[in-house]
C-alpha cells in the first residue's frame, strides 16, 4: 500500500516536454536555415567563388530560392492537414517572408548587376522582355502579401478580406513558374521547370479538391 503511494504521480500536461514545433528554439532554427542560402551567397561573392559569371549566378540562385520557397509556403496547409501536426501552421508566415526577401534580393540583383541602377533603363527593360514583366509583377503582388503578414493587419482587414488578400499567392507562384520557365527556355533546361511543375500542380490541384469536397457536402 505505502508503495502505491508513494509512487511518482504522472506529470501534469503542462509540465510535459512540449513537441518539436512547439519548442521555443524551433523559429530560430527555421529563421537560421531560411537565412543559409543568403550566407552562401554572400560569401561566394565576397570570395569570388560563384563561377565564371557572378552575376548570372546570384540572380539564378535568389531567383530559384524564391520559388522553393513559395512552394514550401503552400506545402504548409496540406503537410499540417496529413500529419495533424497543427503546429506547422505558425511557421507559414516565416515561410512567405522569406519568400519575398528573396523576391527582393532577385530584384535588387537585375537592378545592380544587370542594369547598374540604371532607373530610366529599368522602366524600358521591363516591359520590353515578358520574362521580367512577368517576375516583376510577381514580385509587386507578393508586395501587400508581406506588408499585411502580420497580426495587426488581420485585425484591421478583418479575417475575410485579409483571406482574399493572401490568395494572390496562387497567382504569384504560377507567374513565378511563368518567369522561371522563360528563364530556363533560353538554354533549353526544361527538366528543373518540369519539376517545379508538377510540385505546384499538386499544391493547388490539392486545394481546388479540397474545395469542390467541401462544396458538395
Known amino acids: 500500500m505505502s508503495a502505491v503511494l508513494n509512487s ?4 501534469p500536461a503542462a509540465a510535459r516536454a512540449k513537441p518539436l514545433l512547439l519548442r521555443p528554439a524551433a523559429k530560430p532554427l527555421l529563421f537560421a536555415l531560411c537565412l543559409l542560402p543568403f550566407a552562401w551567397l554572400f560569401h561566394g561573392a565576397w570570395a569570388n567563388t560563384l563561377g565564371a559569371n557572378p552575376a548570372e549566378a546570384l540572380i539564378r540562385a535568389t531567383g530559384d530560392w524564391t520559388l522553393r520557397l513559395l ?10 492537414q496529413w500529419t495533424g501536426q497543427n ?14 526577401f528573396y523576391a527582393g534580393l532577385h530584384f535588387l540583383s537585375y537592378s545592380w548587376l544587370d542594369m547598374g541602377f540604371d532607373l530610366d533603363a529599368i ?13 516583376f509583377t ?7 502579401l508581406a506588408v499585411t503578414s502580420f497580426n495587426r493587419a488581420i485585425k484591421a482587414l478583418g479575417a475575410k ?9 496562387y ?33 493547388l490541384g490539392w486545394r ?6 467541401s462544396a458538395a457536402r
Not at 512552394?71 to 499540417?80: F, K, Q, S
Not at 503546429?87 to 519568400?99: H, I, N, S, V, Y
Not at 510577381?138 to 501587400?144: D, G, K, Q, Y
Open 171 to 203: 497567382a504569384i507562384v504560377l507567374l513565378g513558374l511563368l518567369h522561371f520557365f522563360w528563364m530556363r527556355a533560353a538554354k533549353n533546361n526544361f527538366a528543373e521547370v518540369a519539376v517545379y511543375a508538377v510540385v505546384i500542380a499538386f499544391l
Open 87 to 100: 503546429a506547422l501552421a505558425r511557421f507559414r508566415r516565416m515561410l512567405g517572408l522569406f519568400a519575398f
Open 123 to 135: 522602366v524600358r527593360d521591363i516591359p520590353k522582355r515578358p520574362f521580367a514583366l512577368v517576375g
Open 71 to 80: 512552394c514550401v509556403t503552400l506545402a504548409v496547409t496540406p503537410l499540417r
Open 8 to 11: 511518482p504521480r504522472p506529470a
Open 161 to 169: 478580406r485579409w483571406q482574399a488578400i493572401h490568395r494572390a499567392v
Open 208 to 213: 481546388v479538391r479540397r474545395r469542390m469536397i
Open 138 to 144: 510577381a514580385l509587386l503582388l507578393m508586395l501587400p
